[in-house]
């Protein structure tokens, strides 16, 4: 039985197709590959290896500067998506419900922080602030955070609106349910989804920001990004290092987890009908 | 009835879509017009604003100096977006070719390495391709090179550095472009005897141009206005458009000339999406 | 005689420029199964959601049990709806579905436990409490679907197009099922449908709609034999009809010159030279040729398709238009191409007013 010219042709691209994507996927990786090695390093300054320590690691958390900033970031991320998440579900499906004068404009304006680099947002948020009086610091930043997240959470969650959501909300009123409750017992739920994926997206996007924190921030805090910009000049610590990869480990046991656990889930339905 | 009007239709639409609405008036719209009247108003001495009106920072901004970084930066943004895109649509279409659960696994191997720190992720370049890092030490050791070569702070270690930040974001538009192909549509063009090479420059490259489209927007302009990875690769020896607006409303003060660059920006970003919905004719613009 | 549980008085709705339902009156009795038929765009969507409360009359009034709905939201309504893609929340579970009306309303647990069991029950779902939509087959969620709507006791229910996705042997099935469950209830049903053996089969009476007006609201039978529309007659059951001018009357005999040749139905209120339709249902097509009736009609046979329970016949008349008559089987040694001559009882025919 030999095989086919077709097939052999087949899967000569077959295997061209996995090679190439493992170069690029190996490009994606080494940076972050090399974040992790370099949070071993033993030295003071990542110039170059010089052996391997665990140091860093217990280190961290006697580096004032560095926690305080995590802190500070962690702080805006939470209350950023808090913000965007709840803003950008309602006006997603007030959006896509209702008709009204100007909506075409919101919608147009929604994809402004979205496309226009985001220097520009921040220079023109900056000058606002100062002409109206407004001080710098952790009010500036997440007015900042706020103002390119809920765009992206409005576009999220109205990508997983379909229209047969209009019938399960009439449905729920048909049954005596008002606005209110219906907007919690059925709206809510099926597009929790698209809200969570929202809610990670917001925070992802606000705890790596530089632009908008570096730009508004006061003269006091500043977030974790914009120390680790301020640390390049003079090199930067591989304590730094440890903790941004416990935080990408922290990141991806989550979604691991996630994954686990919904498929758990599934399987135990499935043998619970079995039975 | 008029009454219950209001209650039923205008209020439920106002206190849903009115946060987003006043939001996006007061913080993206007003600053925007705010920034664009600035940009036509004179310096003050010590840089502020003075309201007076005058072309000064425009006229300053053909003035050989800045006009050559903002060419240099066009053109570095082009060719980034070039090779994001050249780079990007096999790799999606290896991805949109698989089943939809390897697929989606694929997709997210994409994303994790955009949720570490992006500062990061440059510096690890920065530590591979330094003077005395490993990629000097492994060139000299094979023989390719006799001196270290000064990798950083140039133009080339910034474009390596924006391709892989920008590359998750060029893939994934052309991925969802290509994945929405219906197969049967290169059944057919082989039914009516298309080879493959054929059928992919006739039928699969102009559907899936919508996607392309948006990956080139989505790596264009924000390579425009990038300045973090100039800040972390350059080394303040690389300036392009985004360093200089920043500089503007830092340590040399220049409002005005600040706000005529980001409208600069502004109005080259406006210039591409009216292309693009002009000829990729799609009225809501999915991004991502 | 029983009261009008739903009242639509001149009730008019427009969507910008468009008017869709036009003057409407009807007055719908409580326990009757009525429904409103008609072709896609006609209108009969838009009337129930407009009972229903999710569509605002342009003008006119619709009173439930003797009171205005005009101010009152879909949830203030004591109007249930099942709808066409049947809704159910796909995050609960069937049981919660169902509960949904009566947990909102806050009532005390076992009386809910007890009237979503008594409804699982009516439909025959018994067992299915724990699935979610998702698990269910088409005819499942709708039973859970009319369930859900019938546990708050409505006064009134509204079916839009409920058994549309259904396949044909499940959707008899279902047709005769929902039959009962209404005679059994006693509710009002107020059903839409586009099918019109399915409206047939199952109402009291149908509201026969067409472009935004009622052409004919009666039993099925009247409407079946005495379509008082030309669109009725043709929308009902398959029928031949004729266009002509009244050319005599005779004890309640109306003559018809057609281009077809001269016919005979069965008539009164008619008036020489006026305009004319006849319909004729193709069981009452006669083939022979010795004017028993008074009237032959020349054709010739076109030809014959057989449709399972009977034999259809085509015939080309003599102005080319084509006439179908129907038999059990083919008792007829006629072939394709042979000339016949058509006629029938004048009194099996309709006579239907040409509209002004």
């Given at each position: 039985m030999s095989i086919s010219k077709k097939q052999k042709k087949q899967r000569r691209e077959e295997f061209i197709g996995t090679v190439y994507s493992i170069i690029i996927y190996s490009i994606l990786y080494i940076p972050v590959f090399v974040m992790m090695v370099f949070s071993f390093n033993n030295q003071r300054y990542n110039y170059y290896w010089n052996g391997f320590t665990t140091m860093w690691y217990s280190k961290l958390f006697s580096n004032s500067a560095l926690t305080e900033s995590l802190w500070y970031s962690v702080v805006i991320a939470v209350l950023a998506t808090v913000i965007s998440v709840t803003i950008g579900t309602i006006g997603a499906v007030g959006l896509k419900k209702y008709e009204f004068r100007g909506k075409k404009f919101i919608n147009e304006m929604l994809y402004i922080p979205i496309i226009v680099p985001e220097i520009v947002m921040a220079v023109a948020l900056l000058v606002i602030f100062i002409k109206i009086g407004l001080a710098l610091g952790m009010g500036s930043i997440l007015i900042g955070h706020c103002t390119f997240c809920i765009p992206y959470a409005v576009v999220t969650i109205k990508g997983r609106i379909s229209g047969d959501d209009y019938s399960l909300e009439e449905a729920s009123m048909d049954l005596g349910a008002n606005r209110i409750q219906t907007f919690i017992n059925v709206t809510l739920p099926s597009i929790m989804p698209g809200v969570m994926s929202a809610a990670f997206l917001s925070f992802t996007l606000s705890i790596d920001d530089v632009v908008m924190s570096n730009m508004l921030a006061g003269a006091k805090n500043s977030t974790l990004p914009v120390l680790i910009l301020s640390m390049n000049k003079s090199g930067i610590t591989p304590d730094v290092n440890a903790l941004t990869t416990i935080m990408i480990l922290i990141i991806v046991t989550a979604m691991i987890l996630n994954n686990l656990i919904k498929n758990v889930l599934k399987k135990r339905k499935k043998m619970e009908e079995a039975i | 009835m008029k009454k219950n009007s209001f209650k039923r239709n205008t209020l439920p639409a106002l206190a849903m879509a009115g946060p987003v609405s006043l939001w996006m008036i007061l913080f993206v719209t007003l600053p925007m017009l705010y920034i664009i009247f600035i940009s036509f108003m004179s310096r003050g001495v010590f840089g502020d604003v003075v309201y007076e009106f005058s072309w000064e920072s425009y006229k300053t901004l053909l003035d050989s100096t800045y006009f050559k970084v903002i060419v240099k930066s066009i053109k570095v943004a082009f060719i980034t977006t070039i090779l994001c895109i050249l780079i990007g649509y096999p790799f999606a279409y290896y991805i949109a070719k698989k089943p939809k659960e390897a697929a989606s696994k694929l997709i997210m191997l994409i994303m994790i390495p955009f949720w570490t720190n992006s500062l990061m992720r440059l510096n690890s370049w920065l530590l591979l391709f330094q003077t005395s890092g490993p990629v000097n030490n492994f060139l000299q050791n094979v023989g390719f090179i006799d001196a270290p070569v000064s990798f950083v702070y140039t133009d080339g270690l910034v474009m390596l550095g924006m391709i892989t930040n920008m590359l998750p974001f060029a893939v994934l538009p052309m991925y969802s472009s290509i994945e929405k192909l219906s197969k049967s549509l290169l059944e057919a063009s082989a039914d009516l005897g298309a080879s493959r090479g054929t059928t992919f420059f006739n039928i699969t490259l102009p559907l899936t141009f919508p996607g392309i489209f948006s990956s080139i927007i989505l790596v264009f302009i924000p390579s425009l206005g990038i300045y973090t990875v100039t800040d972390m690769l350059g080394g303040g020896k690389v300036l392009y458009i985004g360093n200089i607006i920043k500089n503007q409303f830092g340590a040399i003060r220049n409002w005005p000339l600040g706000a005529a660059l980001s409208v600069l920006l502004i109005v080259i970003t406006g210039l591409l999406i009216f292309i693009y919905t002009r000829f990729a004719k799609i009225e809501d613009m999915e991004v991502v | 005689m029983s009261d009008s549980i739903v009242s639509?008085?001149?009730?008019?709705?427009?969507?910008?420029?468009?008017?869709?339902?036009?003057?409407?009156?009807?007055?719908?009795?409580?326990?009757?199964?009525?429904?409103?038929?008609?072709?896609?765009?006609?209108?009969?969507?838009?009337?129930?959601?407009?009972?229903?409360?999710?569509?605002?009359?342009?003008?006119?009034?619709?009173?439930?049990?003797?009171?205005?709905?005009?101010?009152?939201?879909?949830?203030?309504?004591?109007?249930?709806?099942?709808?066409?893609?049947?809704?159910?929340?796909?995050?609960?579970?069937?049981?919660?579905?169902?509960?949904?009306?009566?947990?909102?309303?806050?009532?005390?647990?076992?009386?809910?436990?007890?009237?979503?069991?008594?409804?699982?029950?009516?439909?025959?779902?018994?067992?299915?409490?724990?699935?979610?939509?998702?698990?269910?087959?088409?005819?499942?969620?709708?039973?859970?679907?009319?369930?859900?709507?019938?546990?708050?006791?409505?006064?009134?229910?509204?079916?839009?197009?409920?058994?549309?996705?259904?396949?044909?042997?499940?959707?008899?099935?279902?047709?005769?099922?929902?039959?009962?469950?209404?005679?059994?209830?006693?509710?009002?049903?107020?059903?839409?449908?586009?099918?019109?053996?399915?409206?047939?089969?199952?109402?009291?009476?149908?509201?026969?709609?067409?472009?935004?007006?009622?052409?004919?609201?009666?039993?099925?039978?009247?409407?079946?034999?005495?379509?008082?529309?030309?669109?009725?007659?043709?929308?009902?059951?398959?029928?031949?009809?004729?266009?002509?001018?009244?050319?005599?009357?005779?004890?309640?005999?109306?003559?018809?010159?057609?281009?077809?040749?001269?016919?005979?139905?069965?008539?009164?209120?008619?008036?020489?030279?006026?305009?004319?339709?006849?319909?004729?249902?193709?069981?009452?097509?006669?083939?022979?040729?010795?004017?028993?009736?008074?009237?032959?009609?020349?054709?010739?046979?076109?030809?014959?398709i057989y449709m399972g329970t009977f034999v259809k016949t085509s015939v080309d008349l003599k102005d080319n238009t084509e006439i179908k008559y129907s038999r059990f089987e083919k008792d007829d040694n006629f072939k394709e191409g042979d000339s016949v001559n058509i006629y029938w009882n004048p009194e099996k025919a309709v006579a239907i007013k040409a509209k002004r």
């Open positions: - | - | 639509l008085i001149g009730v008019e709705k427009s969507f910008g420029k468009n008017k869709v339902v036009k003057n409407m009156n009807v007055e719908i009795k409580e326990g009757e199964f009525l429904t409103l038929l008609g072709p896609s765009g006609c209108g009969k969507t838009t009337t129930l959601r407009m009972i229903a409360g999710f569509e605002e009359v342009s003008s006119g009034t619709i009173k439930v049990q003797g009171e205005s709905v005009a101010d009152k939201e879909p949830y203030e309504r004591d109007v249930n709806t099942v709808f066409q893609n049947y809704a159910l929340f796909p995050h609960m579970t069937v049981f919660d579905n169902i509960a949904y009306g009566l947990k909102i309303r806050k009532r005390p647990k076992d009386e809910i436990i007890k009237r979503v069991n008594e409804m699982l029950d009516l439909v025959q779902l018994k067992g299915y409490e724990k699935r979610k939509p998702d698990e269910l087959s088409g005819g499942q969620k709708q039973r859970v679907a009319i369930a859900r709507a019938l546990v708050n006791n409505p006064k009134v229910l509204l079916l839009d197009e409920p058994l549309g996705a259904l396949d044909l042997k499940l959707r008899k099935q279902m047709q005769v099922e929902l039959k009962r469950l209404q005679k059994k209830l006693g509710i009002t049903f107020v059903y839409v449908t586009h099918d019109q053996e399915e409206a047939l089969t199952m109402s009291d009476r149908i509201a026969v709609m067409n472009e935004g007006v009622i052409e004919q609201l009666a039993t099925p039978r009247e409407i079946y034999d005495r379509p008082l529309t030309r669109f009725v007659a043709g929308f009902i059951g398959e029928s031949n009809i004729f266009d002509g001018k009244v050319k005599g009357v005779h004890n309640g005999i109306i003559d018809v010159e057609t281009s077809a040749g001269t016919m005979k139905v069965k008539g009164n209120g008619f008036e020489a030279g006026e305009d004319i339709h006849i319909s004729v249902r193709p069981e009452y097509i006669k083939v022979g040729g010795d004017g028993a009736e008074g009237f032959d009609l020349e054709g010739k046979i076109k030809d014959y």
